[in-house]
DNA sequence: CGATGTCATGACACCGATGTCATGCCCCTG
DNA sequence: CAGGGGCATGACATCGGTGTCATGACATCG
């Protein structure tokens, strides 16, 4: 690979002015900067990022630690990878400004987080963001104070930057609309408490009831670890079986997330239960693949992944230019309801008309 | 960040000592190794890679360019993106040769992608690979001889060296497995033939009927533009339907991925067929989330994503070191049949057995 | 017409690591 | 005791850009 020595030669001027035209630096003369422009085509050079590194001390690279899950599945509750989504985002958050990313994968050793990190130092990148398969509390080794470090999808106990899904506000603008759409009894199947969903989304749920002035009925929330092999969904099933023999059942099923939402799609069916006349199902997520997928289409709520890899990639440029380092508080992410065809309007005006609409079928 | 000059000043030793402690390389007396470790741990020494690139002409860096289709989705049959998976294969082959991994993203712009290829260029990265969202033939501008290219998951018309899934053949051995299982009339519900998995897999599929002496009906074999909006699932229905409808209706129903497969399962559910005792249905890809989350679980075949990722790592790595260099044969990657609960056994013992079993629930 | 300023360009040093070659020391051997 | 060989170490140049400063050629102005 050519020089820019090299160039100089063949246009016949000096390196320096080589890399006045690659820089528009100081002044060059029309019939120069000609001259050299045509040796670069000819040689097709390519500036060596390595030698301007060095002398400005700046490599223009961000590391990117993504703590993808193994194939062989532990915690296990996502298997849709959202990290792509948020690795998206965050590339697209800093094409603008001109930073290379790289990334290596922990794949699912946290023990090789130190090595990784080492790596991405001697690259000299000059910020880090470590992207989370789930919402999760991490634990990331000390880094050179001069070398920032986002957390995107989670967060740690020493108020690192982060950037998270605000759990708690989607799951309750979900609720919130169901309510408005007439729903009075909200069944909330959530994912294991051990897991951030897991609590928040619940939290939100009990609040939007709250201001509704809905009362909150513990039978109607229940935890279930609908992912584990074989028994997941024999727990979900008599969850869910349950719930429907309360003396008031009710007329919708929040899910923990879309995944889970279709498991019970499945379970509604084999129980003979209609959707979404006899009851309703929402989702969480807006798993697409999922969510516009299942028949019929399941409303549900944005979790922004795109968002936050975009939101984290802006904190890092921030950090980075020295804006906000003392600012600990995270990002909050949150997005639209989809109200899509899995849960129907109960209003009293809808009322009338959806009972018009059965007894016409009838 | 602290030079090899700091650290050799501190263990007051010559800068070319410090680097043989670092490299293991010439001869170091006891005494002089551990003043120079302690140095480096006190001063939390990285070694910059720039320098070191510089002198040794090699970055141990490799780009990756991801071809992800915008969040506007044009093409849009597959919103899983198997991407992920192909990228953190790819890592898991190169972390053994020490290198790291750059990433960049089109987001959707293929007019990008010179760019992008010079950002690389700059880095002086090894080799470069470019992944493909769905198994599609693609056009890359040319690169310099000495920076071998790898195509993932896509192939190109000039031989580069590509990896890609052998679609004919995990179909054929899908629709074999099926007919081993007694099934006979098997319809396919193919994807768009404009895409190389909407032409290779049905010819697998008439591959395998052709091999165990079944009659081809070209009123089972039919393309689908499945995921379009609103008309899709009509389109998917109404296929469907007439298939159902023929004088020898299919007993299973392949789709052409695991997502056509769930809309299938509405669909067939809504006109009232159990499954998979009255009909069965099989899909493509082994989208686990999708797969293992429907009821009944989804038989499928493996399109193994991460092997392709792998496959197209060590490809790389060959063509660094000079191996292979006049191979442009493809390089094909298949994968296991998942047989899960969506299909039902019809050999002619199980045949029996199943009737017994419909007798006796009636 | 000489002083001053601007423009175009180049010489040189430097960033941090490492390959090459030289140096000094100690030990062994004849 | 002189000479040879291995060991430990350092001086120096180099990789490819770019910041600093210097230089020479003109143009402008009082």
């Avoid at 001069?146 to 930057?161: E, I, Q, R, S």
């Amino acid at each position: 690979m050519s020089t820019i020595y090299d160039v100089a030669r063949r246009a016949g001027v000096s390196p320096k002015t080589v890399s006045r035209v690659l820089n528009s630096d100081g002044p060059v003369g029309e019939k120069t900067r000609e001259a050299v422009e045509a040796a670069m085509r000819e040689l097709g050079y390519v500036r060596s990022n390595a030698a301007r590194m060095m002398r400005a001390q700046k490599s223009g690279i961000i590391g990117l630690i993504t703590g993808a899950i193994s194939t062989k599945n532990q915690p296990s509750t996502q298997q849709g990878l959202p990290d792509l989504y948020i690795v998206q985002g965050i590339q697209r958050a800093l094409e603008s400004s001109g930073m290379t990313v790289m990334i290596a994968d922990t794949a699912g050793r946290n023990d090789r987080v130190p090595h990784l990190i080492d790596t991405f130092l001697s690259h000299r990148v000059e910020g880090l963001i470590h992207v989370a398969e789930y919402h999760q509390e991490v634990n990331l080794p000390r880094l050179p104070d001069d070398t920032p470090l986002v957390l995107a999808n989670c967060f740690d106990a020493h108020g690192t930057p982060s950037v998270v899904p605000d759990d708690r506000r989607l799951q309750r603008d979900l609720v919130r609309r169901l309510i408005a759409a007439g729903h009075r009894r909200i069944a909330y199947l959530s994912l294991r408490p051990d897991m951030v969903a897991g609590r928040l989304r619940p939290q939100g749920y009990r609040e939007a009831l709250e201001e509704a002035g809905l009362p909150f009925d513990p039978a109607l929330l229940q935890h279930v670890d609908f992912d584990q092999f074989e028994i997941g969904p024999q727990l979900l099933w008599d969850t869910i079986d349950r719930m429907l023999h309360l003396d008031q059942p009710p007329t919708v099923i929040c899910s923990g997330n879309d995944q889970m939402a279709m498991m019970v799609y499945g379970i509604l069916r084999s129980m003979g239960r209609k959707m979404p006349d006899e009851i309703g199902v929402a989702g969480f997520d807006n798993y697409r693949a999922i969510a516009e997928t299942l028949y019929p289409p399941l409303t549900t709520v944005d979790l922004p992944y795109n968002a936050i890899g975009v939101r984290a990639g802006e904190r890092l440029m921030q950090l980075i230019s020295g804006v906000g380092r003392d600012d600990h508080s995270p990002v909050l992410v949150a997005g639209p309801v989809h109200w899509r065809g899995s849960v129907t309007e109960l209003r009293p005006e809808n009322v009338i008309s959806f009972k018009t609409l059965r007894e016409e079928k009838q």
